[in-house]
């Protein structure tokens, strides 16, 4: 079966970086485009970066020049590079793929900026 499991998370002061991973499994990953998104506390899950098969990337407005996607298909790997943070990026962190028509989500990997 899908799986997709986050790590990398953990608190930060602002201006600092933080490399988010996604371990993903049951599907064929180098075939299919992976997407981040993020839920700050007490607001909507948003969208933040997808990377296509063959490298492709687009991000969100609030995040371009200062977050990366990137995946290693040979690890079967989605990374996110997050540079110059902000508490606005505080956050629960998730990967997703949609295969075979539905949407497969990890649980999420928590991200916090604060001095």
């Known amino acids: 079966q899908v799986q997709l499991v986050e790590s990398g998370g953990g608190r930060v002061q602002p201006g600092g970086s933080l490399r988010l991973s996604c371990l993903a499994s049951g599907f064929p990953f180098s075939t299919y485009v992976m997407t981040w998104y993020r839920q700050p506390p007490g607001k909507e899950r948003e969208w933040v970066a997808r990377i296509g098969p063959g490298g492709t990337t687009s991000y969100a407005d609030s995040v371009k020049g200062r977050f990366t996607i990137s995946r290693d298909n040979g690890k079967n790997t989605v990374y996110l590079q997050m540079n110059s943070l902000k508490p606005e990026d505080t956050a629960v962190y998730y990967c997703?793929?949609?295969?075979?028509?539905?949407?497969?989500w990890g649980k999420g990997t928590l991200v916090t900026v604060s001095s």
């Open positions: 997703k793929v949609y295969y075979r028509a539905m949407d497969y």
